[in-house]
């Protein structure tokens, strides 16, 4: 009883002594977020999305969108508006205009109560040239799954001779022309402390210094596992041995490299106890960023 009496008093002392703190939280502003990558084998399109007050008295819609203005300019000047995708934060060109190499390109993002966001100039970089891909005739394992059957793909190409450049190389191996889950993974990224040269997205995904290929020909080297699982009917998934790769090489910056490499593949609780880091944005008067890439693709065919 004598517990009891003791659990109510605190109960109520914690109660009495309850003080409500005015904290203002900092806000600078409605401020749009652009997202978007362009190249001159896909058309404009853009992804605009905004900032909220952490007070939370602003409703989660899509109406401000229904007030933005998207505007594309090319070398500084305007040469199309953007139009939205109809329920969805997507504007694309409706000339269906595709960047071209050698030009600068900016967005511009405007709506009444918001900070009218700019981007960066981005010029649009040469493409990769790629001069042939094939399997080398040697014992390989895969670095991830030793006992999964893997080849080692060689990939030639002829970089940009333009200073700066950054190669990214995305490759999808495939079964009857659907992807499966085997691994492409580039023997750069084997060495246990990594090197410099290049920066790991995922097994399939890298982006490499392009100074670290002074060759008039370069070689890119992968291991690709022969096997993988792939979705041959709806919500089915098989066990299937590879008949393609694809492979993509892509011209970029190093702003491409500074944004990804930023990004932090931690989720949920353990978020709160990262490091605090500088977002990195082309954007002014805004957040996100518009990269810029031109792309080459092959299929190599097993």
Do not use: W
Not at 17 to 34: A, D, M, R, S, W
Not at 40 to 69: A, C, H, M, W
Not at 182 to 211: L, W
């Amino acid at each position: 009883m004598k517990r009891k009496i003791l659990f109510l008093f605190i109960v109520l002392a914690c109660l009495s002594c309850e003080k409500v703190l005015n904290v203002t939280l900092p806000y600078e502003g409605n401020k749009f977020v652009i997202y978007g990558e362009l190249s001159p084998q896909n058309v404009i399109s853009v992804q605009i999305e905004r900032t909220y007050p952490p007070t939370g008295e602003v409703e989660f819609t899509l109406d401000y969108l229904n007030k933005t203005q998207v505007i594309l300019l090319e070398d500084s000047k305007e040469i199309d508006t953007l139009k939205r995708i109809a329920n969805t934060t997507i504007f694309t060109s409706a000339k269906q205009f595709k960047p071209k190499e050698g030009k600068s390109y900016q967005i511009r993002v405007q709506a009444p109560d918001f900070l009218t966001a700019l981007s960066e100039p981005q010029i649009i970089p040469p493409p990769v040239q790629i001069k042939r891909a094939g399997f080398v005739d040697k014992v390989v394992f895969s670095p991830q799954n030793e006992r999964t059957p893997t080849k080692f793909l060689e990939i030639e190409f002829e970089k940009p001779s333009t200073k700066g450049i950054y190669l990214i190389s995305e490759l999808v191996t495939l079964h009857q022309g659907i992807s499966t889950s085997s691994n492409s993974i580039s023997d750069m990224t084997i060495p246990e402390f990594g090197n410099p040269c290049v920066y790991s997205f995922s097994s399939r995904r890298n982006i490499f210094n392009g100074d670290c290929f002074t060759k008039e020909s370069n070689i890119l080297n992968f291991f690709v596992e022969l096997k993988g699982t792939a979705e041959t009917l709806p919500n089915q998934f098989q066990e299937v041995t590879i008949d393609a790769v694809s492979i993509k090489l892509s011209s970029s910056n190093k702003f491409y490299l500074d944004f990804y490499s930023q990004l932090s593949p931690t989720e949920g609780i353990f978020k709160a106890f990262e490091t605090a880091r500088k977002t990195v944005t082309n954007i002014k008067d805004g957040y996100g960023a518009i990269l810029v890439k031109n792309e080459a693709t092959f299929i190599y065919k097993l």
